[in-house]
């Protein structure tokens, strides 16, 4: 079954530390691969996607993320975070049997200030 | 550009009842998903429209129904609700063909079911 994994559920950093948010996916097909974010109040809008080609990724916010096949993972990076990336962070594939997106379960990331 | 837009924000009904959420798509997007977010845990997908018609189903029981109208705005009728239907619910809406991955989520809905 297709299936995403996030393996932190809740991050806490201080500011400027660096970040990684570990992501792993279960399927068969082609991947595409996103990651999300949800602040606090609002909508999820997408950070980053990986369709094809160069396996890192940079999203908006200073956000990459590297693609690695061979160990299905797709991890969320920042060098350094700030106060305002305090959110929940959302992996996610996209099947294109059946037209939806298949998510992970979150790591609610707090940075204290 | 008009986003993806959600009504009401915020819903409170009785186990047993009905409800309607309602969703208008970005504009020039032709399909629309639904999700349902449980505190804590990721969208999980109900299902997609797409030319009016159901386009994909995910793992939820008939009482989730659904339509999409002529203008790709589209609704989420839940029958006989139960206290587990308590959650987000996420409309997105998508291009079809090739784009339909890149989806763009509206506010929710926050449907409290006692």
């Known amino acids: ?113 | 550009e008009t986003g993806v837009t959600q009504s009401p924000t915020h819903l409170i009904k009785t186990r047993g009842q009905q409800v309607t959420l309602r969703c208008s798509s970005q504009s020039g997007h032709n399909t629309v998903s639904w999700y349902q977010q449980a505190l804590g845990q990721g969208p999980q997908f109900i299902f997609q429209y797409y030319r009016e018609e159901e386009n994909g189903r995910g793992n939820f029981p008939p009482r989730f129904s659904g339509l999409q109208f002529p203008n790709y705005s589209s609704e989420l009728n839940v029958n006989a609700l139960e206290l587990d239907d308590s959650a987000l619910y996420l409309c997105a809406s998508s291009l079809s063909g090739t784009r339909t991955y890149e989806q763009y989520f509206g506010p929710g809905t926050r449907l409290t079911v006692t």
Request: charged share 15%.
């Open chain 1, 1 to 113: 079954a297709q299936s995403v994994s996030q393996h932190n559920h809740h991050v806490i950093l201080s500011e400027a530390a660096s970040l990684e948010l570990g992501c792993n996916y279960s399927y068969g097909g082609t991947v595409n691969l996103f990651w999300y974010v949800q602040y606090p109040g609002q909508h999820l809008q997408l950070l980053l996607k990986y369709f094809s080609g160069d396996p890192l990724v940079k999203g908006i916010k200073g956000f990459e993320a590297e693609f690695i096949k061979s160990k299905f993972s797709f991890n969320l990076r920042k060098p350094s975070v700030q106060w305002s990336d305090t959110a929940e962070y959302f992996c996610a594939v996209y099947s294109s049997n059946t037209g939806k997106l298949i998510f992970g379960q979150g790591t609610t990331l707090q940075v204290k200030p």
